[in-house]
């Protein structure tokens, strides 16, 4: 028998029979699907269908596994989320695509501009350091690094077409400018790094004849070179720089703000070779180059000290020395000299503990120089004059404290006078005796010891002075002789010129001001002077240190046609002795007033076989040098013995 599928529609029309078709297969009952059963097709649905039936019947008689029907979606539901999940995603790309290009456009732009933007530093020339003359000390020359941006060097087209292109011409072009071989340049020259340094420090000529030729990718930088014309001459003063521009001493550190200038800088941008964009905005802003510091040394005088201080510790076998020339009316240091010294051109070459300034920080007791601050005190106030009497044995006790002279002597008989030229331990007590450890202590400090100068250089020591408190037994007596308490070259050496400016001590000063680029000078600030004694006072000590210097040629401090006064001293340390000689001249109007000290003598030497030679030496140079004419008048003899 033919298939229904293929015959007429059943009672109700062909609609109606797919409703009740569509009944049968939801449960497997319907009209249309027992008319069914005899054909092969509709078999296989029906059986399909009881057997689902079955199933079902089975799982709820619990007689097998309970298999779920499978779950058909909407396809009209899947379509919707599908537009929604894309609708999402174009509006938050084209969010984004607004915000890049709209309103975030000028922050990304500036970004953009931030990567190829270079900034490169203009150094300023660091300002010249000249004596009180004018000569000049330092110096800061103009020097060019050299530079290259290898990936650039290949688009290199000479004039000459001779020379090829690229690296092979810019090889031969610049190896004699730079005196290199063909085979150095091109390595220099060839490789993929945007900055690699050519050579530093080449003159200014030679930079303008590589930057003639006009190589792409070959730039170059201006930096300074610090070099020092005199060399030796007042680099303890001076001070020195690195290598890297950086300062490292003396004036160089102290007066660096002055010194430095400020640098300037230009920027530019450049493309992914590293070549400049020329169409964009390029800015330079011009270096300010350094004021010169003008200092009151004088190269001359400066030289001088240097030799004569080299020559004196050398002869007694010393380990080192400093002289101080001192203008006691202003404070002006005319010079600073120490041995050892360096050469800052190369002050790598020279031990750190030579670097410094031992003027300024070697500590040590100033000896019998010291006597003339006890006598000064006692002077003060009104309790001895120069002709008051001692009486002098070798040794003597005072409290249970043994002090005794420095050579061996029979009992003398002594007026204050005499007790400085002779240079008595026992009779400077004896004076000491006659004031206050109040007193002395109060004396000592106006004379600036135990205090920085304020000098204005690094490294100063102030030098040790201990309160009154701790003056216990023996160290009351020393002190009045110069030990007990440490002083510094320059300290001392300002203390004693006080007596040659009527009592008042002015502040050292190595400094005399700067020098901006037209020339004009601005002095600088000095302190006002100290009183440390009275006129009076200061008078009579200058008698006292005239009458102690004999004006003749056996005399190792005379110094020719001048009246010269100062006194010696000589201390022990750990290290050996000092020996020491201060004095000024002319000592009836005194101007300058010198210092020299030789430290780390191997044997008892005194200042007088050791310093008073060298000091007479730099002392009539240094008169003559600053055409300070003798003032005609004899030096003064006082009494010494009663």
């Known amino acids: 028998m033919a298939s229904t599928s293929g015959g007429r529609p059943g009672p109700g029309g062909s609609r109606g029979g797919g409703r009740r078709g569509g009944d049968a297969r939801r449960d497997g009952s319907g009209e249309g699907g027992r008319r069914a059963r005899s054909t092969g097709s509709t078999s296989a649905r029906r059986g399909a269908t009881a057997s689902r039936s079955a199933a079902r019947g089975s799982a709820s008689r619990g007689t097998g596994p309970l298999i779920p029907a499978p779950r058909v979606g909407e396809p009209m539901v899947r379509r919707r989320l599908m537009l929604a999940l894309m609708g999402g995603a174009a509006v938050t790309l084209g969010g984004r695509l607004v915000w890049v290009q709209g309103l975030d456009a000028s922050a990304r732009a500036a970004e953009a501009v931030d990567q190829r933007e270079v900034d490169r530093t203009i150094a300023a020339l660091r300002g010249e350091i000249v004596d009180r003359n004018g000569a000049v000390l330092a110096r800061s020359v103009e020097r060019y690094d050299l530079w290259v941006n290898q990936m650039q060097v290949s688009d290199f087209e000479p004039d000459d077409e001779e020379l090829g292109t690229g690296v092979k011409a810019a090889a031969k072009v610049l190896s004699p400018l730079l005196d290199w071989d063909m085979d150095e340049a091109e390595k220099q020259l060839t490789g993929d790094r945007g900055f690699v340094y050519l050579r530093k420090n080449v003159e200014p000529d030679v930079r303008e004849a590589v930057m003639s030729q006009k190589i792409p990718g070959i730039g170059s930088d201006r930096v300074s070179q610090r070099v020092y014309p005199a ?7 001076i001070g020195f720089v690195g290598g890297d521009g950086k300062s490292l001493g003396g004036a160089e550190l102290m007066y660096d703000e002055n010194l430095r200038g400020t640098d300037g800088k ?35 005088l400066q030289w001088k000290a240097q030799e004569v201080l080299a020559d004196t510790v ?36 020279t031990p750190a503990d030579q670097l410094g300034n031992q003027s300024l920080s070697n500590v040590f007791e100033p000896g019998s120089t010291g006597k003339l601050l006890t006598v000064a005190c006692a002077l003060e106030k009104g309790k001895v004059t120069p002709k008051s009497e001692y009486t002098i044995p070798y ?14 002597h029979e009992t003398q008989r002594l007026t204050l006078a005499g007790v400085l030229k002779e240079s008595s331990n026992v009779g400077t007590v004896q004076i000491a005796r006659t004031v206050t450890n109040e007193e002395r202590y109060s004396t000592l400090k106006a004379f600036g010891i135990g205090e920085k100068t304020g000098i204005g250089l690094p490294g100063e020591s102030g030098g040790i002075l201990h309160p009154v408190s701790d003056w216990h037994g023996r160290m009351a007596y020393t002190i009045a002789f110069g030990q007990g308490y440490s002083v510094t070259p ?11 400016n009527d009592g008042v001590r002015m502040q050292p000063t190595v400094v005399a001001g700067t020098r901006d680029e037209n020339g004009v000078i601005t002095a600088a600030t000095t302190a006002k002077g100290v009183r440390a004694c009275s006129s009076d006072t200061a008078r009579t000590v200058r008698a006292l240190m005239d009458n102690d210097v004999d004006d003749d040629e056996e005399s190792n401090a005379a110094v020719p046609n001048y009246a010269v006064g100062g006194k010696t001293g000589t201390a022990e340390s750990g290290a050996g002795y000092t020996a020491s000689f201060i004095g000024m001249a ?10 020299v000290f030789v430290y780390g003598l191997k044997t008892f030497l005194s200042g ?21 004419a003798p003032t005609g008048k004899k030096g003064r003899t006082l009494e010494d013995e009663w």
């Open 395 to 408: 040794t003597m006790d005072f409290d249970g404290n043994r002090i005794k002279d420095s050579h061996h």
């Open 586 to 595: 002319p000592i009836d109007d005194p101007e300058i007033a010198v210092g």
């Open 608 to 628: 007088n076989t050791v310093s008073a030679p060298a000091f007479s030496e730099i002392m009539q140079y240094t008169l003559q040098s600053q055409g300070i």
């Open 266 to 300: 230009t920027s530019y941008q450049r493309g992914a070779g590293g070549q400049v964009i020329p169409t964009a905005k390029q800015t330079t802003k011009e270096a300010v180059d350094g004021d010169d510091l003008v200092l009151t040394i004088d190269e001359n």
């Open 231 to 237: 060399g030796k001459i007042g680099a303890n003063v």
């Open 314 to 349: 050398k002869k007694f076998n010393a380990d080192a020395g400093s002289a101080v020339i001192y203008n006691v009316r202003t404070g002006e240091l005319l010079a600073l000299a120490d041995y050892p010294t360096f050469d800052p051109n190369e002050f790598g070459k």
């Open 490 to 500: 320059i300290q001392m050496t300002a203390a004693i010129g006080a007596f040659g």
